[in-house]
């Protein structure tokens, strides 16, 4: 059974810093995504990616897949209030054929301080 | 492009009742899904269709729940007998084609059962 592990599930940063959020998922998977949930709100998708090595980058966020680590990063670089949120990573399972579903992450709360 | 569509957005039901919520996915999209988010995880994969063929279910998906695409368009998800376990968000989301491609999720619907 896939599990998807992220870390932290919560993070207290002040405006401006740097900081990572890491994600690991204990079967092969090269499909895996990531989302921004704001409090009762819906899924928002920030990044697909879909091969080993590969970055994306939008704003002040890159996420990173390693799949022999089975591994992705999300990179908040200069972090701003606005970017205060639950982060989830979510790996595609059984995408061979015509099937596929996301298993998610418990999520990673992020509070951004002045 | 109104992205995916969920009714009701809320329902407030007592325990033992039956309740139906209904999914419009993005026009053309032929893949949909139905998840399940309680307070503080991340969404619960519960069942995947591909047109109108049901291709997956979840074990969380007990007798209870009923899941339908009769023409490939939207979707109803129906809880018959809700117990208090049953009070959570319970999204839909959909996307077209291969697996790499993005999956889009609707504002969900909150349940809540008294």
């Known amino acids: 059974e896939l599990k998807v592990e992220q870390n932290p599930l919560f993070l207290s940063m002040q405006e401006g810093k740097n900081y990572t959020i890491y994600c690991n998922y204990s079967t092969t998977s090269d499909r895996l995504y990531w989302y921004r949930q704001d409090p009762g709100k819906s899924l928002e998708s920030l990044f697909v990616?879909?091969?080993?090595?590969a970055v994306k980058q939008e704003g002040r966020l890159m996420a990173s897949l390693d799949t022999k680590a089975r591994l992705s990063t999300l990179h908040i670089t200069a972090a701003v209030h606005d970017l205060s949120a639950t982060y989830f990573c979510a790996v595609l399972t059984n995408y061979g054929g015509s099937q596929g579903n996301l298993i998610f992450g418990k999520g990673t709360k992020l509070s951004v301080k002045p | 492009d109104t992205g995916v569509s969920q009714d009701p957005r809320h329902k407030i039901t007592k325990r033992g009742q039956n309740v139906t919520f209904r999914c419009d996915p993005i026009s053309e999209h032929n893949r949909l899904y139905w998840y399940r988010q309680t307070l503080g995880q991340g969404p619960e994969f519960l069942t995947y269709?591909?047109?109108?063929?049901?291709?997956?279910k979840s074990r969380l998906l007990s007798d209870r729940f009923s899941a339908e695409r009769p023409k490939g368009s939207f979707s109803t998800l129906e809880i018959q007998r809700t117990e208090q376990g049953d009070s959570a968000m319970y999204l839909c989301?959909?996307?077209?084609?291969?697996?790499?491609?993005?999956?889009?999720f609707g504002e969900g619907s909150w349940l809540t059962v008294v």
């Open positions: 990616l879909l091969s080993n090595g």
């Open positions: 269709f591909q047109n109108e063929a049901q291709l997956e």
């Open positions: 989301a959909s996307s077209f084609g291969g697996s790499g491609n993005t999956i889009y």
